[in-house]
């Protein structure tokens, strides 16, 4: 496509430049377009490891050329053989490699054709390092490079063969994302580590096309440590120019190069290492002696990383707990063991006891004497315990606040949050008083309390909280216990909210892929946080990136946890948002009424989830100029929220009106009417919206 040539820049400063032209009789359009892809590609990125681009324009033939970086250089495994390098320098220099392709994936920019010789190992300052070079088949994922037509073509292979990953080798449309390259430094890796290439490339190039795309995609190559045992005469060279021989060569190979190798190599993305920081991450721990990502769950390995890296103090201490073990551990252990379990015992019994006498006097309600004639509801039973919880258990604090908290979360999942909140602050504060704020009932608390604080639009009092859970979770469970991955769940939720984008997608990303690796695809936190994935991508009318991860979560819903589960009923509204959105309305009418027909059987009319529903269907309808079904729509769930024109005291003082509910209704009630062309009914309707208060009004 362009030929690059050794040039002098003389002004503004005096320098040699590489200066790449587009090839005369080449400036085809699609060329010229790739050609001012790379061009922008370079300008983008600014990073050691890099060819960084100086200028820019168009010769007076037309041909559009830029100047680069000179890199007076040699491919990345011919200068490390040249040089001999050991294995651990090998890594190091790999590494940087590594951090340059990680900046450009930052800004956006996929390489699709990483391979030694597009990546130049240069000497400054006595120093080794790496650039990379040749962004001519980048492709950009968050912004257009040109904008001049630029296309892949279906049944084109873009890349090397030898290096190319298995999505690259479908040609079929798939879309290319960051871990392509990730496997393309798998290549390299291997190449660098056992010397010769995972796939011979004389052989490979000798097969037909299709033949090819079929090793690459479905042939899986031996570990670097067997490749190394199989070159017979050949290894001893191998071995010769990293400083070692061919059986101690295969040893250091064994283990954790093997297994970040391999992991780099999968063939299906989903389980090769998410980026390629993540990559870089691997072999650091390798060479720091931390055991690595990509190592099966053995204690021995991790014990035995342990040792290495800390051989005298190791050896010390097991002496001394050798010579003192038998004389005190033993009895001191026990002795602790028996009190613990002596005062746990009786503090259980005691919280049992003031449980059930709790309980015991909320159900004398049942009691004629108590009951007065009157059948009490479930909900007043609740209210009585509610008010009643502080005095009945004054002297059990912790499981006072226990209780408050179980009631809270009830009345949160019954849509009750004005109750719920004011129990969940009083158990908050006494679990930290008297558990501590890291206490996983202390910390549960606050999350609920903060989901409260988000039902009920309370966003900057959630923050707080959400992040002081999220933090404590990571330091006290680790990353990847399911309780902290529920806490960047929720946070992640919050900043989707808020409108924070970058933030929320960032850490939503973050999470999914933990609990996709750890838990499984099919999870049920896994399907929340892609549906969270999901809900992100439709606030930001990415309608055509949420539709697919909103059909999937329903999908696996429907399959697994039942039709009228309230999880598939809200993935059943999502999907019908989705698609009306799209204006695919005929498939959004027939998901809306099933699923207002569900949450009506299964939450209640009035439930703030089967009104949400029911005025999304009515707006729909509204847009379609379906106006007498929407109005009845509207009417009948105004009807049960009991707000309407004319009613004293409008709009009513009802949890569901806290909610918003009743007035969301009422404002859709008054849109239909302006749309409908019916302005006395939308004055009606507006003279029962409430006025906003002037404290409100000014936060």
């Known amino acids: 496509m362009g030929e690059v040539w050794l040039a002098e820049q003389t002004r503004p400063v005096h320098r040699q430049v590489a200066l790449k032209v587009i090839k005369a009789g080449m400036d085809t359009a699609q060329v010229v377009a790739r050609f001012e892809a790379e061009r922008q590609a370079l300008a983008l990125m600014s990073h050691p490891a890099i060819a960084q681009v100086f200028d820019a324009g168009v010769t007076p033939q037309g041909r559009p050329f830029f100047a680069m970086e000179y890199v007076r250089g040699e491919p990345i495994t011919a200068y490390c053989d040249r040089q001999r390098l050991s294995m651990a320098q090998r890594l190091h220099l790999f590494i940087e490699v590594c951090d340059g392709v990680q900046h450009a994936h930052q800004k956006g920019i996929i390489h699709r054709d990483l391979k030694p010789s597009n990546i130049l190992v240069t000497v400054l300052d006595d120093r080794a390092v790496p650039k990379i070079i040749d962004f001519g088949v980048a492709k950009a ?26 999505e690259q080798a479908e040609m079929t449309g798939l879309d290319i994302d960051t871990r392509t390259d990730v496997y393309a430094l798998g290549v390299i890796l291997y190449e660098l580590l056992a010397g010769v290439l995972p796939f011979d490339s004389k052989s490979l190039r000798e097969k037909g096309l299709d033949e090819i795309r079929r090793t690459i995609r479905d042939t899986d190559p031996p570990r670097p440590s067997t490749r190394i045992t199989s070159l017979g005469a050949r290894a001893t060279g191998v071995a010769e120019i990293r400083g070692t021989n061919p059986a101690r060569l295969a040893s250091q190979l064994r283990g954790d190069l093997d297994w970040i190798t391999m992991k780099a190599l999968e063939k299906d993305r989903t389980r090769r290492y998410g980026s390629v920081s993540d990559l870089a991450a691997d072999l650091r721990r390798h060479l720091d002696d931390v055991p690595v990502l990509a190592s099966p769950p053995s204690t021995v390995y991790r014990v035995s990383k342990f040792v290495r890296r800390h051989r005298m103090g ?20 026990q002795a602790r063991r028996i009190a613990r379990e002596r005062d746990r015992a009786n503090t259980e019994a005691e919280s049992a006891k003031q449980v059930a006498n709790f309980l015991s006097g909320l159900f004398n309600v049942s009691d004629p004497s108590e009951a007065r004639g009157n059948t009490l509801t479930a909900r007043e039973i609740l209210d009585k315990g509610a008010q009643n919880i502080e005095r009945s258990l004054a002297s ?19 849509g009750i949050y004005k109750a719920a909140a004011p129990l969940l602050e009083r158990a908050v504060e006494t679990q930290q008083r008297t558990l501590g704020p890291d206490h996983s ?3 549960s608390s606050m999350n609920a309390l903060a989901n409260v604080y988000w039902y009920q639009g309370r966003y900057d009092e959630a923050e707080p909280l959400y992040v002081a859970v999220l933090d404590r979770r990571r330091r006290t469970l680790g990353q990847e216990h399911a309780e902290t991955l529920q806490a960047a769940y929720d946070l992640g939720s919050l900043y989707t909210v808020q409108r924070r984008w970058t933030e929320a997608e960032q850490l939503t990303r973050q999470t999914f892929e933990i609990q996709r690796r750890v838990a499984g695809e099919e999870h049920p936190d896994t399907l929340s946080t892609m549906n969270n994935l999901a809900s992100l991508f439709w606030r930001q009318a990415r309608y055509s990136d949420a539709e697919p991860l909103y059909v999937k979560i329903l999908e696996i819903r429907r399959r697994s946890i039942g039709g009228d589960h309230p999880d598939t009923l809200t993935s059943i509204h999502n999907l019908a948002t989705t698609y009306d959105a799209l204006g695919r309305y005929a498939d959004a009418e027939r998901l809306y009424l099933e699923v207002c027909e569900a949450k009506r059987r299964v939450l209640g009319e009035v439930h703030p989830a089967t009104t949400l529903s029911i005025a999304r269907l009515a707006g729909m309808y509204v847009k379609i100029k379906r106006y007498d079904e929407a109005e009845s729509l509207l009417l009948d769930v105004a009807r049960r929220l009991q707000i309407g024109p004319g009613r004293e005291g409008q709009p009513t003082r009802t949890e569901f009106q806290a909610q918003g509910a009743a007035v969301n209704v009422a404002r859709q009630l008054v849109d239909l009417y302006d749309a409908w062309g019916k302005p006395g009914r939308a004055a009606e309707w507006r003279a029962t919206l409430p006025r906003e208060p002037a404290a409100a009004a000014a936060r």
């Open 441 to 443: 009932e202390t910390l």
């Open 141 to 166: 994922t968050t912004q257009h490079l040109t904008e001049r037509t630029l296309y892949t073509e279906l049944g084109v292979l873009i890349g090397t063969p030898e290096y190319m990953s298995p």
């Open 396 to 414: 059990q604090p912790q499981v006072r606040a226990k209780l408050e908290a179980t009631i809270g979360n009830v009345y949160t999942n019954l």
């Open 314 to 333: 190791v050896a010390v201490a097991a002496t001394l707990v050798f010579v003192l073990a038998a004389f005190a551990a033993t009895m001191a252990v």
